[in-house]
Structures are given as C-alpha cells and as structure tokens.
C-alpha cells in the first residue's frame, strides 16, 4: 500500500486546511497527528466500507473526514483550527478489511510521510 499525505501549512487561528491521503486502493484510512514532544494521537477515521466516521473529541464539530472513491483519496477537512492544532499530521491505513475501526496507531500497518500544520493564534 502506497500513501500520499499532503495539504498541510500555516494558518492563522480561527483559519481552515484540507488535508489529502492519496491511497493506492480503499482501506480503513486514519488521520493522527503527533505535536512536538507529544505522542501520536487519533485525529478521525472513515471505514473502508462505507461512509461510517469517527473522531477524537478533540476535534468533533470541526474536522471532518471523507473519502473520494473516484480519486482513492481521502480527506481531512479542519476548520476553526487553533493553535493546540499544530501537529505533524499522518494518514494511516489499517488493510485487514476488518469489522472495526480503531483509534490505536499500533492497528494501523500503512503510513504516509508527515504534513506538517501550524496554526498561529
């Protein structure tokens, strides 16, 4: 599986970004981010079989995840970021075509590189 993350950037506070994860087939996608000196966090996830997503509360009501199937890419729409946004983000896919969507980094066996987003306030 080869992943494609891009989108990221710097943005003012209160600002908007849409992060892509270009895949090479449909897969269980998830987006994480890792601040500086921070673990790697679960950001959202959308199933490989449908539209079903999921998000840290963190973030609900502010990104949004969906896919392209057309494109294989999946998105990560972030408004009204803040500046506890900023991370190095990555999408993550779990290839087992399982029943479950997790939040857990180690359940992902697919990365992409890092896009970084910084959000100044």
């Known amino acids: 599986v080869q992943l494609q993350a891009s989108g990221g950037g710097l943005v003012q506070a209160g600002g908007s970004l849409r992060l892509s994860c270009v895949a090479s087939?449909?897969?269980?996608t998830g987006w994480f981010r890792q601040a500086q000196g921070k673990e790697r966090d679960f950001v959202a996830a959308?199933?490989?079989?449908?539209?079903?997503?999921y998000y840290s509360d963190s973030v609900k009501g502010r990104f949004t995840v969906f896919r392209d199937y057309s494109k294989n890419t999946v998105y990560l729409q972030m408004n009204s970021l803040k500046p506890e946004d900023t991370a190095v983000y990555y999408c993550?896919?779990?290839?087992?075509?399982?029943?479950?969507?997790?939040?857990?980094?180690?359940?992902?066996?697919?990365w992409g590189q890092g896009t970084q987003v910084t959000v100044s306030s």
């Open positions: 959308i199933k490989w079989s449908g539209p079903y997503t």
């Open positions: 993550a896919v779990d290839s087992s075509y399982g029943s479950a969507t997790s939040s857990a980094p180690r359940d992902y066996n697919y």
């Open positions: 087939g449909t897969y269980t």
